[in-house]
């Protein structure tokens, strides 16, 4: 399943566009806040497709049936990029266990690169939800060995790919190796990858945006 929520008409839309718009870019904690906004609004959805059950709690004045999640989900995050959409992720799951890997463009002549992890810290994935986040969906090839890195901790039951822009390229490439019972969450596909590996029109360098300038 792939879920691309600027084809819905939602408050996510005005958060798209300040990250996209060159004269709002310059707020770096603008930037970081409205990654975290999609991030919540992604992990709201997700929580949808989980396992509920059945407890029952205590208010002051009565007994109350509700149903809750049964499990908490792992969240994984491509460095450093990814920092802000985890953070509004994990505001929604704040029990989740979290996962960091560092995947970064090594490049080599020509604009050629190769993707690099140089970093993986985990908890068991074995049996659980794994949802994996990167705001820059571009070639794929950073989610694709990001997932498999993890793999190195279990294999997880169910996976939540979350980025805020991605290209035609890329979902073809995460769909083509990851597992089928992969669900995608979008906010936009745009049009394509220039000769950089960049996304067109796509929003920038994120990790740069957010964070500052990288030499």
Request: aromatic share 8%.
């Amino acid at each position: 399943m792939i879920t691309e929520f600027c084809k819905i008409n939602s408050i996510f839309n005005s958060f798209m566009r300040e990250l996209r718009d060159i004269s709002v870019q310059g707020d770096s904690m603008r930037f970081r806040r409205n990654l975290e906004r999609l991030g919540e609004i992604m992990a709201y959805e997700i929580s949808k497709t989980l396992d509920y059950e059945i407890k029952e709690i205590q208010t002051p004045l009565d007994s109350k049936v509700v149903s809750v999640p049964s499990e908490e989900p792992v969240i994984a995050t491509v460095l450093r990029a990814g920092l802000p959409m985890h953070q509004g992720i994990l505001n929604y799951f704040d029990k989740a266990e979290n996962c960091f890997i560092s995947a970064y463009r090594k490049h080599g002549d020509q604009s050629e690169f190769e993707v690099e992890i140089e970093y993986l810290s985990s908890p068991n994935l074995k049996g659980k939800t794994l949802i994996l986040c990167d705001p820059m969906l571009a070639t794929g090839s950073s989610m694709v060995l990001a997932y498999k890195a993890a793999l190195e901790k279990g294999t997880p039951k169910k996976t939540h790919v979350v980025c805020a822009v991605a290209s035609p390229e890329g979902i073809e490439e995460v769909v083509n190796n990851l597992p089928e019972n992969t669900d995608y969450w979008v906010g936009e596909i745009d049009s394509h990858l220039d000769e950089k590996s960049y996304i067109i029109p796509g929003l920038g360098d994120a990790g740069d945006l957010a964070f500052g300038t990288k030499i």
